[in-house]
């Protein structure tokens, strides 16, 4: 709005008061404390409260525009970070492949406190540890993966297989069991299971399993 129209629209206003107020003289008593108040005409007090409503949206329109702002900024900064830390799990994958682990984990685990959502993340830092042995640390890197994605099945025979490397076994069971209570028609789970149950020569207990399958 230019400023002879911004002058213009203060003019109308300003002559829409004083009309109204020419036909309206009448005050009003009123009381801001008890037995305290203020004597004003009734097109004053109408004028002022019609003031305090236009400054009221104004400032409703500038706490939006603010939270909008807030929110585009905070929107921009995790994309931000979400193509670092991807780009980071690039490097660090390729890291692996060049069979340098300990910067491929370095890297990884940046990549984690970036981007924490990122499921494909945990599995390859497992990985990492894996190849050194380090079974423990795969394990703990995997349960904070499956607790991120429940159902990421990736992760989940990932840790199966960790658990049976180290000889837990009824652990795999239960990872297993908790999985297909939740996915009773994981084809993949149902499979491992019975697999594991023949490798342990438990022939009755294997045939739920492979009649769901």
């Not at 009003?28 to 009734?42: A, M, Q, S």
């Not at 239960?174 to 297909?180: E, H, I, N, R």
Request: glycine content about 4%; aromatic content about 8%; charged content about 25%.
């Amino acid at each position: 709005m230019s400023l002879n129209s911004k002058f213009l629209l203060l003019i109308i206003i300003l002559s829409i008061f004083i009309y109204l107020y020419l036909l309206n003289p009448e005050p009003v008593h009123i009381y801001l404390v008890k037995d305290k108040g203020v004597i004003l005409p009734v097109i004053l007090l109408s004028f002022i409260f019609f003031l305090l409503g236009m400054l009221l949206a104004a400032v409703v329109i500038v706490l939006s525009d603010i939270r909008n702002v807030i929110h585009d900024w905070k929107e921009r900064r995790l994309i931000k970070r979400s193509a670092a830390a991807y780009n980071l799990y690039l490097e660090g994958v390729e890291n692996i492949l060049c069979g340098n682990i300990n910067i491929a984990r370095t890297l990884l685990n940046d990549s984690l406190t970036k981007d924490p959502l990122h499921t494909d993340t945990y599995i390859r830092i497992s990985e990492t540890y894996l190849s050194d042995n380090r079974l423990n640390e795969a394990e703990d890197i995997l349960k904070k993966g499956l607790l991120v994605n429940p159902l990421n099945s990736e992760i989940l025979f990932k840790l199966a297989n960790c658990y049976l490397t180290m000889n837990k076994r009824d652990k795999a069971y239960q990872l297993l069991g908790d999985y297909l209570k939740k996915e009773p028609k994981g084809i993949h789970a149902l499979k491992r299971l019975r697999d594991m149950l023949i490798d342990d020569k438990r022939w009755e207990d294997a045939i739920p399993p492979q009649e769901l399958l």
